[in-house]
């Protein structure tokens, strides 16, 4: 009679131990959080550039950690449909200053400091000041400390302050924990929590721009952002940066802006060169992601947008764009993984549900 028990009661722990590594086997979700390229009118209601990297395991629906790159317009808008509230993100990482890029930050911080301004800050991850070549100054630092100076001046800050004592006095800004770092052209490591790291390089497209890799034990994501080659315009080999090429190597997942090759000079649809040649091409994008062994691409920031007949003030050739025009200009890169045309809230699991 004992024996049987003893084998049961070794069946029950081993199952028990079997359901327990189950739970707790380490995920990520990748969400494009907006898909809309360039500073333009909007369309369709897509919301403007942003990504959210969500790491964990099974039990928690890998949500202990949930990190925000770029945060353009309407993207607490998006983070809502999908139950995120904005006082769960950890970090917020800009690729660069660029308004379509943040200019939905003071939304999520003012959802936030709404009622859960003493909770724990927000921290904000960029680069440091630069002086572009025209002498101005880039500064993420001054964006962050004064996002809601209008809100300041118009008395709404106060007025909200005086009636709940969790917004502070001083408005969103002072729920943000700024890490400005100076980019270099090797990875280096920005930001970490338990088991996730995020590192960045340098890359081009305006002064400051950069790229950031997500390390975790259920794999890593690039986010490009809009980076392009160092030499801003043809001669050039490719149009793609070399610094992401290599943060990118064996990622599973790279994330990309992209511009679809009909866009280009010549073709007919009167775009700035200088605008056409500081986003990466489909093509490229495709062998770049080849070259680096990518398993997947989700291309966002699409320009033009799917079904759009024109990229505002500009024409799109021909006729509209297609989910498949998009895939055969990255397969004709020659990547063969599988590709993700982004649309807003596509969204990328790993590892798969079983
Ligand atoms: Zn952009």
Redesign the pocket.
């Known amino acids: 009679m004992k024996r049987p028990l003893i084998a049961l009661a070794l069946l029950t722990a081993w199952l028990m131990l079997a359901v327990t590594t189950a739970q707790a086997a380490p995920c990520l979700i990748v969400t494009l959080t907006g898909t809309h390229?360039?500073p333009q009118q909007p369309f369709k209601g897509l919301a403007s550039?942003g990504t959210l990297v969500r790491y964990g395991d099974d039990a928690n629906n890998c949500g202990i950690v949930k990190l925000q790159f770029d945060a353009g317009r309407g993207t607490t808008m998006r983070l809502s449909q999908i139950g995120v509230g904005t006082e769960q993100l950890s970090a917020v990482f800009f690729t660069h200053m660029?308004g379509?890029?943040t200019e939905g930050f003071l939304d999520l911080v003012s959802s936030r400091w709404a009622f859960h301004g003493t909770g724990r800050k927000i921290d904000v991850v960029c680069s440091s000041d630069v002086v572009a070549s025209q002498g101005f100054i880039i500064s993420c630092r001054n964006f962050v400390a004064h996002m809601a100076d209008a809100f300041i001046q118009s008395g709404e800050i106060a007025q909200r302050h005086s009636e709940v004592k969790e917004r502070t006095a001083g408005g969103p800004a002072d729920l943000v924990n700024t890490i400005a770092f100076d980019p270099k052209d090797d990875p280096q490591l920005v930001w970490s929590s338990g088991d996730v790291r995020v590192s960045a390089v340098r890359s081009t497209h305006i002064p400051g721009h950069v790229s950031y890799r997500v390390d975790t034990p259920a794999g890593s994501v690039v986010i490009g952002g809009?980076a392009v080659n160092d030499a801003l315009a043809p001669p050039r080999s490719h149009s793609t940066s070399d610094q992401v090429e290599r943060l990118a190597k064996g990622a599973d997942i790279i994330v990309h802006?992209v511009i679809h090759p009909i866009m280009g000079p010549g073709m007919g649809s009167d775009m700035y060169p200088y605008a056409y040649y500081r986003q990466g091409t489909a093509t490229d994008i495709g062998a770049m992601a080849q070259r680096d062994g990518s398993k997947y691409l989700m291309l966002t920031?699409l320009i033009p947008s799917l079904g759009a007949d024109e990229q505002y003030p500009f024409k799109v050739p021909g006729r509209p764009l297609t989910e498949a025009d998009y895939r055969k200009a990255v397969q004709d890169g020659g990547f063969t993984g599988t590709i993700i045309v982004g649309t807003d809230l596509a969204s990328l699991r790993l590892p798969a549900k079983q």
Do not use: L
């Open positions: 390229g360039g550039a660029h379509d890029h809009d802006s920031h």
